[in-house]
């Protein structure tokens, strides 16, 4: 008996929407080119060994759910709104939003919502009705389809809705009386991809890739010439993934030095590196880091 064919191909689903340009930018980085028409919701990748589909994102969810996709990019938020049962590979930080209950600016929470016939509008049924649940209240919990921010104070005392700034909220005379959770788009797979060998190899290249460029987005290259007697005052303060590179220099006057920064901390570490000496600073953007 012939043996059985393992299936390899990946069944990717992309998001549509606001979340599509993050994605297709991130994975662009990583080498992967999608070819798309302004119509296709069929594209073809670059990479070898994938079927992609363009979905919108909670479709991304229920395909992942169901096992009918392997592989898709979601935001965290509707995972859990949907209790989703799903593997999570990778948190790409983008699309970052905040799920806020918010009340009008000048009421009082406990008073408007302690009270009989209080009513909770939002998209997010589930997460909202474990909140109202956990806050103690008797609310009524109905479902809004857009707009939410617009309902109060009128058809609603309260809202349960994402935000970036709170700027909308804001403008519509809103209050935040909690933050329920942080949302970013995240790389998520299906419970039985994982538990096929062949796709599981596949999703862990892919993730690797996806991941190299996130590592590169918050790091930047320090490059560095330093005397011998000053290259052990100089590496004691530069934060690196592992150790930094050190290589002598022609006639061995002194080490060149370079190291992955990461880039929130470049305007403290520079003059430190100055200050230890340090000369000939060169700082640059890599495409990817693989640890």
Same mark, same amino acid.
């Given at each position: 008996?012939?043996?059985?064919?393992?299936?390899?191909?990946?069944?990717?689903?992309?998001?549509?929407?606001?979340?599509?340009?993050?994605?297709?930018?991130?994975?662009?980085?990583?080498?992967?080119?999608?070819?798309?028409?302004?119509?296709?919701?069929?594209?073809?990748?670059?990479?070898?060994?994938?079927?992609?589909?363009?979905?919108?994102?909670?479709?991304?969810?229920?395909?992942?759910?169901?096992?009918?996709?392997?592989?898709?990019?979601?935001?965290?938020?509707?995972?859990?709104?949907?209790?989703?049962?799903?593997?999570?590979?990778?948190?790409?930080?983008?699309?970052?939003?905040?799920?806020?209950?918010?009340?009008?600016?000048?009421?009082?929470?406990?008073?408007?919502?302690?009270?009989?016939?209080?009513?909770?509008?939002?998209?997010?049924?589930?997460?909202?009705?474990?909140?109202?649940?956990?806050?103690?209240?008797?609310?009524?919990?109905?479902?809004?389809?857009?707009?939410?921010?617009?309902?109060?104070?009128?058809?609603?005392?309260?809202?349960?809705?994402?935000?970036?700034?709170?700027?909308?909220?804001?403008?519509?005379?809103?209050?935040?009386?909690?933050?329920?959770?942080?949302?970013?788009?995240?790389?998520?797979?299906?419970?039985?991809?994982?538990?096929?060998?062949?796709?599981?190899?596949?999703?862990?290249?892919?993730?690797?890739?996806?991941?190299?460029?996130?590592?590169?987005?918050?790091? !930047?290259?320090?490059?560095?010439? !330093?005397?011998?007697?000053?290259?052990?005052?100089?590496?004691?303060?530069?934060?690196?993934?592992?150790?930094?590179?050190?290589?002598?220099?022609?006639?061995?006057?002194?080490?060149?030095?370079?190291?992955?920064?990461?880039?929130?901390?470049?305007?403290?570490?520079?003059?430190?590196?100055?200050?230890?000496?340090?000369?000939?600073?060169?700082?640059?953007?890599?495409?990817?880091?693989?640890?």
């Amino acid at each position: 008996m012939a043996p059985q064919q393992i299936d390899k191909t990946i069944t990717l689903a992309i998001p549509k929407g606001r979340m599509y340009d993050g994605v297709a930018r991130l994975m662009s980085d990583a080498g992967i080119r999608i070819r798309t028409s302004s119509r296709d919701y069929r594209p073809t990748l670059s990479l070898p060994g994938f079927d992609v589909k363009i979905l919108k994102p909670r479709a991304v969810i229920e395909m992942l759910d169901l096992g009918a996709r392997d592989l898709g990019f979601a935001g965290e938020d509707w995972v859990r709104e949907d209790d989703a049962d799903l593997v999570e590979l990778l948190d790409t930080g983008m699309d970052r939003v905040r799920l806020v209950a918010a009340v009008p600016a000048f009421s009082d929470e406990y008073e408007l919502l302690g009270r009989d016939g209080a009513i909770v509008a939002s998209e997010y049924v589930n997460i909202s009705r474990r909140w109202i649940e956990t806050r103690g209240y008797g609310a009524r919990l109905i479902r809004s389809y857009g707009a939410t921010e617009v309902l109060p104070p009128e058809d609603a005392d309260c809202i349960i809705d994402n935000t970036a700034t709170g700027a909308t909220l804001e403008a519509n005379n809103l209050r935040i009386i909690d933050e329920l959770m942080v949302s970013t788009t995240r790389l998520y797979a299906s419970k039985r991809a994982m538990e096929n060998p062949g796709k599981r190899e596949q999703i862990e290249r892919f993730t690797l890739l996806i991941r190299s460029v996130l590592e590169a987005r918050v790091r !930047v290259m320090l490059e560095l010439n !330093v005397s011998s007697e000053k290259l052990a005052d100089v590496i004691e303060i530069l934060p690196c993934m592992r150790q930094p590179t050190v290589a002598p220099m022609h006639n061995y006057d002194g080490f060149a030095v370079k190291v992955a920064v990461p880039r929130e901390q470049l305007t403290q570490v520079i003059p430190l590196i100055k200050q230890r000496g340090g000369t000939d600073i060169i700082v640059t953007n890599p495409g990817q880091i693989v640890p």
